[in-house]
């Protein structure tokens, strides 16, 4: 290990512009530093704004690793037998109040409840004009389609995790990002990418989760490495003891980081684990 005085237990991972490369590919290398950290006793684990049945099989079969951290940190699922071990999800009042705000924008809703993702029929009709080609597929692959929004969230009052909503005017973006800003002010709002905007409840991030996790392990934010490339990933850099922003990630995170490792494509994770947790 190199330039970090302290033992990583937990190493949390960004999956989208960090463990895969733009191809959606885990490479040899970093799969190889993954197993081998996970086989020194570490806990491994995606840390993905994407709900929990969303994950994708490439990471969940690594040997190795046990949990999953989704939806931004609304939950940390032991992968074993489905158990959740962090749940932090809306308040039941909060969830429904925030669809009612959203629902007459020009967005794409997505709802996560209980680690599934809902979208509206009516907007997967249109989901292209508003979605990235790179991640069409997963959005197409992992959303459950149904007529209407409101009444699964009223039938499911504590168990929304997480709203993703997808825009074509970044105009739009910003105006929804500041109404919800003004209407919720504890909200977490983040983004993975340039026409996205991700809504959490009041203190539930990548980080908090991570720390709860810890907690349960019996570690602090000393012992945990984090790597992200994205806004929704701030909070968890800013959290950890040791974090490393990818070479391709935004300015700002990597402002927020300890350390810079190279880019998605090139095995930024695998060349972070080596250097700092092995």
Not at 8 to 34: S, W, Y
Not at 35 to 45: H, I, K, S, T, Y
Not at 68 to 80: D, E, H, M, Y
Request: hydrophobic content about 40%; charged content about 20%; glycine content about 8%.
């Amino acid at each position: 290990m190199n330039g970090y005085p302290h033992p990583v237990k937990i190493i949390g991972l960004d999956l989208d512009g960090t463990v895969f490369n733009d191809r959606k590919e885990i490479t040899p290398r970093t799969l190889a530093a993954i197993q081998e950290a996970a086989r020194r006793g570490m806990v491994v684990l995606p840390a993905t704004g994407r709900p929990v049945s969303g994950v994708p099989e490439a990471f969940l079969n690594v040997p190795g690793v046990e949990y999953a951290l989704t939806s931004n940190g609304a939950t940390i699922t032991r992968l074993s037998d489905g158990q959740r071990l962090v749940f932090l999800p809306f308040d039941g009042e909060t969830a429904l109040g925030l669809y009612d705000l959203l629902a007459p924008t020009d967005c794409i809703c997505n709802a996560f409840i209980a680690g599934e993702s809902y979208a509206l029929e009516k907007n997967m009709d249109r989901v292209e004009v508003f979605t990235p080609q790179s991640i069409l597929k997963y959005i197409k692959d992992t959303r459950i389609v149904v007529k209407d929004l409101r009444p699964l969230i009223l039938e499911h009052p504590d168990q929304v995790e997480k709203f993703s909503l997808l825009f074509r005017d970044h105009q739009v973006r910003q105006q929804v990002w500041e109404m919800v800003a003004k209407a919720f002010p504890q909200v977490e709002i983040t983004s993975s990418f340039d026409n996205n905007l991700e809504l959490n409840a009041p203190g539930v991030h990548k980080g908090a989760a991570l720390l709860a996790l810890a907690r349960q392990l019996g570690c602090g934010p000393e012992n945990i490495m984090a790597c992200g490339d994205s806004s929704n990933d701030l909070a968890m850099l800013r959290t950890v003891g040791l974090s490393v922003a990818m070479g391709n990630a935004q300015e700002d995170v990597k402002a927020a980081a300890r350390y810079i490792t190279d880019d998605n494509n090139h095995d930024g994770v695998a060349k972070a684990i080596e250097q700092y947790a092995l």
